[in-house]
């Protein structure tokens, strides 16, 4: 008895071997080398979906997760309340079962929800144009360079990253540019944003920076578009949306491009992956961008349709000369932005903003009175913030974890010089009881 | 005043209003830093009915697998089951923070472990990586990885890597994103890569080839094993691009037939699903030579365990890594859907998607041989092409016949590729689709063959039951609309 997902009785497999004009299936497979035809598989027997469910489920209850335990800890994914309407929707067949949108009369549905997508990302971030998505804030910041490079005529080829950008992207944009002559400069060290400037010349392509950045904070980027442009180079600003809810975006602060990860919109923190990476630009670097675009026109009858558009620039076209590979990217999750945008909506996505300012103060508050700890305040921040602690954060953690608490990310691991400092996060997941609880062991640890 | 199919979300919008609530500040507020703040936030204000339906007519708009046939050639559209999304779901796996320790996430690196064993299993090679978010990446991966092997060995003269002019296009594209130059060599009367123009181009500048198996014409190579060998022979890797494992399951291994690295595609021959526009999964595949290079990090075991403790895992980065080609450790979702799917099939199932896929897409290339023009009628593997016009009808195209299927509720076969045939339409029915599906869709084939012959016209102005007729390309590449909002205030002066 075959498996459900082959509908094959043997009477039809008669039938079709006889119309081929073979007599059995693995007479179709003479091609293949008989010297290595037909291997052994080493695999498990079959199981039925009722087994298979309850050994996943088994696996899955060993993990410490976000529905069991409260977790403060962020670092570049977020634990957020994602209204129930997203996950229906993401449920309907005929979005999640659909292929990319190449035969665009038969695929409406999925091209109108991109390009609802791509205006609400534009307009949160104060851009012109966004694309259908990246695989992940790293990769599009990996993707920023390759127009950066683009735009300065392959003449400049020297990129300024800001060591506050989270660490896996910088490594991210190391892996994607390994086999060009890039230069990446910038992070090594402390450096501020005066820091950087300081190393703009005519060899620089572009300088990024992050808002906020991997502590938590917002700096303040009036002026610097200013600076990098006349040096030459694009600005390129990584961003969590979710901030955006509150603060100004980096289109008026003259961003050329704005990328980051749009994870913090609907999307379950699902163990880092599907995540999705949102790509913003001025519009007249929209031609050298890479990623499907969805634009607006009309059909033969004059009806107001939906197509992906500036295709040229994409592999299967361009082939050698394309800009980037991308070709399968992240479209269910832009659909769960954009359903989680809507349902939010202007009032909502301030809302859920602000809620993350105030507790993550509250808590900033709270720990920073107690002996032992002590927050940087140095910048504002959003609903992250850095606490130097009186242990080694792993210590701190062990001790939390038992107390049904995911504490917050150990700074050291990435940066030497920020040695037992934690990285907390504070979203309006965590209610004041969570909070206080938080602050009590922290107390308790200390003493 | 244009039609519309469905207005768009900001068009239903009216002030003030939510479509969800969160609970009350249970804090203290703190000062806001005033002059840091947005004064404008444009985005809808709908309510969650509004939303609902909204996105539920959208919806209506798609054609899917789970509306209708899809042979999609080279995408393996094939049934994505319902369990995958509630194992997906899960909230250990779902609600899993990607930060938590490795002792607190045991359940997650498990089943990442064994997907990379069973998926080794699958294709015969000694490691895999699951971090690739897409095939792309995949391909990304590999040639990196190909890259950095012979820089290890202290050579830098290889500069190029060999790619057939059959190739899909992230090929050559990420041949250069990893800075080598594609050589594309040609293909030969039977559709295979020219072997001796292949053995004239392998010197010492070569790095590696690229190759899918079976062919992106759906074909057995049928001197695949002398391809390795000449490349090989002068020193380079062989990738295989894995888009049609959907064609080796159980019948051949490719690490066995001496490939060094390959891609997966979960989204195609794994069952996850396309999503519109993914995500996907594209993890590598790589025999021991390859291994220390893979991109990471990778999950091992970190503590054998004995008889009453599990053995205990970790994510680690290969010693001489690629690096990392995203943040956290590749699109995990899909991995418990790809888990979720072998484990359900085992060793048996496994075999027999091939074995019926295969089966099927035979099937309908001995029915419509008659009818259509197939340039390479032998046995096919899991997918074949047609062309896609007729000798004795002027002006009828690939493109409208596959627009007319749409009429019959039939989503288009590939169009247009591989480039080597002309009018392409490339068929791949998959194993889950049963022999009525088939028999219909042969059916609606030959009556578009017969309308091309009567009626032209029907196919050259369709879709007629689409949702939209053909659209104006040229127009929206010309005129540009990519967003539906004004630009605010303080841009006005832009």
Redesign the interface.
Known sequence: M??S????TDA??Q???S????TT??D??????AS????K?????????ME??A??????????????FA?F?????Y?H?I?S?V???L????????????????????L?????Y???M???T?M???N??H?????SLAEAVTVAIDAGRGKRNKIILSPAI?P??R??V???H???DTKFVGDGGQADIADLVDMLDGDTAMLAVAYPNFFGQ?D?LKGLAEKVHTAGALLVVVVNPMA??????P??FGADIVVG?GQPLGI????????LGFFCTK?KH?RRIAG??????????????F?M???PR?????????S????????????SA??Y????????????A??N???A??AA?QINALAGYTVDRAK?FFNEFMVKCPKSVAEI?DHL?QKGI?GG?DLGQDYPHLQNTMLVAVT?TN??EE?DALVAELKEIAS | M?????P???DM?VA????????A??????P??K????TT??????S?LQ??R???R??????????GF?P?GS?T?????K?N?????????????????DE?????L??MYQLQT?LG??S?FQAVSLAP?????G??AGI?MI??YHLDRGDTKRTKILVPNSA???N?????????E?VELPSDQNGDVDLEALRAACDDTIAGMMITVPSTLG??E?H??DVIKAVHDCGGLMYMDGANMNAL?????PG??GFDVMHYNL?KTFST????????SGPVGVNDKLKPFL?GPVVEIVDAGNDEEPPLYGLKMPEKS?????????????H?RAY?Y????????????T??A???A??IR??LRDTYRVPYD??CAHEFVLEGHFEDVENVHALDI??RL?DYGI??PT?Y?PLIVPEALMIEPT?????ATLDEFIDVMKKIAAEAHQDADLLR?A?HT????????V???K???????P??E??AGD
């Not at chain 1, 598989?41 to 979906?49: N, R």
């Not at chain 2, 607190?104 to 997650?108: E, L, P, Y």
């Not at chain 2, 072998?342 to 998607?353: A, E, N």
């Open positions: 075959m498996m997902y082959i509908p094959h039809e497999r039938q079709m071997l119309a081929v004009g073979v299936i693995e179709l497979f003479e091609a293949v080398p290595h035809r037909f291997p598989l080493d695999l498990p027997a079959p199981l039925s979906e298979m469910m050994e996943l489920q088994a696996m899955a209850e060993a993990d410490e997760h976000a529905g069991d977790v800890r962020g670092a570049g994914a634990h309340f209204p309407a996950n229906h929707i449920l309907r067949s005929e979005f999640y079962t659909a292929y990319t949108p190449y035969q665009p009369e038969v695929s409406q549905g999925t109108q929800a991109i390009f609802e791509q205006s609400m534009s307009s949160l104060g012109d144009a966004a259908a998505s695989y992940d804030g790293a990769t989270n896996q992207y490594e991210v190391r892996t994607y390994q086999g060009q917002i303040d955006l809810g509150l603060f100004k975006s289109g008026e990860e379950p923190l699902s163990y880092g992956g599907p995540y519009m929209v499907r675009i969805v634009g607006e026109t009309l059909d033969e009858d004059g009806k107001r349709a197509v558009t500036l295709r994409e592999q299967d076209i361009r082939r050698e000369k394309a980037s590979n991308i070709c399968t990217n992240q479209g269910l999750m832009a659909l954009c359903v945008l809507s349902l939010m909506g202007k009032n909502g996505i301030k809302q859920v602000t809620l300012y105030h507790k103060h509250y508050d504002p953690n974890i995911v990310y309006e209610n004041r909070i | 244009t039609q519309a199919l469905e768009l979300i900001y919008s003030g209003r939510t479509g969800a609530l969160l609970p500040l249970d804090v203290p507020e703190s806001l830093p002059d840091l703040l947005r936030l444009d985005l809808p204000e709908v969650e939303v609902m909204h996105f539920v959208l919806s209506h708009l798609n054609h899917s697998i789970d509306t899809y999609l995408c559209m094939k049934y994505n089951p369990v999304e509630d194992a997906a779901r899960l909230p250990g796996f779902a609600q899993l923070h990607p930060r938590t320790d607190g996430a045991q359940g997650a498990a089943l069973w299993e699958i015969g978010a897409a095939g792309a990446q391909e990304f990196l890259r950095k899909h296009g992230t050559p594209a990420t041949v250069s994103m990893a800075g080598f594609a074909l057995f049928g695949i094993l399951m159980g019948v051949v291994k066995e037939l989204h699903p396309h999503g519109g526009g993914g995500p996907g991109p690629i690096g990392r080609l995203k943040a956290f450790y590749g699109n995990f979702g899909m418990v979720t072998i484990g359900i099939h085992g060793d048996t199932g496994i075999k027999d998607i074995r019926y295969v089966l099927n035979n099937y001995v029915k032998r046995i596959s627009k749409m989503h288009p169009n590729f194993e889950t689709e049963d022999k102005t879709p689409a949702p939209v007729k053909r659209l104006d390309e127009r929206a590449a005129q540009l609309v990519l967003c539906c909002r630009l605010p303080w841009a």
